[in-house]
């Protein structure tokens, strides 16, 4: 069966438009959009309608935790101290509250605009560190809770094997996410099976970054997913701290970025997340090898990382995508908002993220995201074109931060100004997730939530 919705105005493939058909397959796919048509018997959508973003980085179990780490350890109080109360926190969770926990965040991510999330998930086994009988455990938890909550998923069983570069033995507190090469690709091969025909559930992989795989492992896991899926997502943290940049000279006598791009086939299927400390050369290689730079301003100001070298990175054509991360906030309109505004601070200028033919920031920086996010989860996603996933967002015209907007300025308006979000539905796959600002499930999910956090507290 074909559903038909007519648009005042849509953001397409190749622009703005007006009197916008859009057909959607029973399949959850767009069949055809035709501009400048005839509504005829098609449901009137009451706003501005764009493509969904996809969150290319996401924790799902941090979300119980934001807020609770913003306590000061003391004076050297940094991301490495963060880690540490985060392994305390991640001790206690059971397979309930890990499924409770990610059905709460992804409620809030649909509701926010976003409508794929790639979930780099490294939890895996029981609080002893020994595996659950069912090595996927954890992650069918987590893919439950996105079907369940109708949010596409790009899932990335994440090798984590060491505890700091040259292999180093991991600690105690790493013990629930340790995994061998084997190990984590019949985690993904188990998901893979399940998920074949599900077209809003993709598989890839994430070596969790080079201080937690050794160069052995990181070329073993990469073989072998791309034995089973040559276009699967891959996904790795890397150059987030400047220790961590560190040690890898250290270790190598390379920078992370420099030492990736010289020993791995890094391309288009790959998102590099944060590399936030780039020298120039850095920054031009990673835009020239096609890769995705993940970017999660809210979690990088947050974990106090420090600022991606954005300006040469667009300048020399390189693709980025935004993710929450940690989910210390949970928002399109945030990330990208200071994925600019921490730019305009430390170059002390405005419009960095404007792009040569497009003068409006708030447009290119959604239009790059949007792109890049599409490329990192590895979906057919992030377009209104016959083809494409039908992820679509809804927007209020009559907001106070959009009225009177059209075209870009309507973009800049909703990425700049204003606190209250103006989404008012959210469509994935073909279904309405989000009606009126509201979810479906969300006082059940977030009634779930609340148990969890409860019995998490006590």
Same mark, same amino acid.
């Given at each position: ?48 309608? %764009? ?39 991640? =001790? ?19 509701? #926010? ?22 090595? /996927? ?12 909550? &109708? ?17 180093? $033995?991991? &600690?105690?507190?790493? =013990? ?6 084997? &190990? ?30 050794? $160069?052995?492992? %990181? ?34 006598? /390379?920078? $992370? ?27 031009? /290689? ?19 990382? &420090? ?6 990175? %667009? ?58 996010? #599409?490329? #990192? ?77 409860? /019995?998490?507290? #006590?």
């Amino acid at each position: 069966m074909t559903t038909r919705y007519f648009a005042d105005t849509a953001l397409l493939a190749d622009g703005w438009a007006d009197d916008v058909l859009i057909e959607i397959d029973a399949q959850g796919d767009i069949s055809s959009v035709a501009a400048g048509a005839e509504r005829g018997d098609a449901e009137a959508v009451a706003g501005v309608v %764009l493509p969904g973003m996809a969150n290319l980085h996401s924790h799902a179990f941090q979300r119980a935790m934001a807020g609770l780490a913003e306590t000061a350890a003391g004076p050297g109080d940094d991301f490495w101290s963060w880690r540490e109360q985060m392994y305390r926190f991640v =001790r206690v969770l059971d397979p309930d509250q890990v499924e409770a926990i990610a059905a709460q965040l992804y409620v809030e991510m649909l509701k #926010a605009g976003y409508t794929c999330v790639a979930e780099f998930h490294y939890l895996h086994h029981q609080p002893d560190g020994v595996p659950y009988a069912d090595r /996927a455990e954890l992650s069918r938890r987590v893919i439950a809770a996105a079907r369940a909550t &109708g949010i596409g998923i790009t899932h990335l069983p994440v090798l984590y094997a060491t505890g700091g570069f040259g292999g180093q $033995p991991a &600690g105690e507190g790493q =013990r629930r996410f340790l995994n061998d090469v084997d &190990g984590i690709l019949d985690i993904a091969a188990r998901l893979r099976t399940d998920h074949a025909d599900d077209p809003d559930v993709r598989i890839g992989i994430a070596p969790h970054s080079l201080r937690a795989v050794t $160069p052995e492992m %990181l070329a073993a896991v990469v073989d072998g997913v791309r034995a089973a899926d040559p276009a699967a997502p891959i996904h790795i943290h890397i150059a987030e701290q400047v220790k961590e940049v560190e040690q890898c000279l250290a270790w190598s006598g /390379a920078r $992370p970025v420099e030492w990736l791009l010289g020993h791995a086939a890094v391309d288009g299927r790959w998102c590099l997340v944060h590399a936030t400390h780039l020298t120039g050369a850095e920054t031009a /290689a990673l835009a020239a090898s096609g890769a995705v730079a993940g970017l999660c301003p809210t979690t990088e100001a947050n974990l106090g990382d &420090g600022l991606f070298p954005l300006a040469p990175y %667009l300048a020399a054509g390189g693709r980025l995508g935004i993710g929450s991360d940690s989910h210390i906030s949970v928002g399109v309109i945030e990330e990208l908002r200071w994925l600019e505004y921490g730019q305009r601070l430390a170059h002390r200028k405005r419009g960095i993220g404007a792009g040569p033919g497009r003068p409006s920031v708030g447009a290119t920086l959604f239009q790059a995201a949007i792109d890049g996010g #599409a490329r #990192a989860v590895g979906r057919a996603s992030g377009r209104i074109e016959a083809g494409a996933r039908a992820d679509l967002v809804v927007l209020d015209p009559d907001h106070p931060a959009l009225v009177g907007r059209r075209g870009d300025a309507l973009l800049d308006s909703f990425v700049f100004a204003g606190n209250e979000s103006p989404i008012r539905h959210v469509m994935a796959g073909g279904r309405w997730r989000v009606r009126d600002g509201h979810h479906a499930d969300e006082t059940a999910v977030a009634a779930r939530y609340r148990k969890v956090m409860a /019995a998490l507290l #006590a």
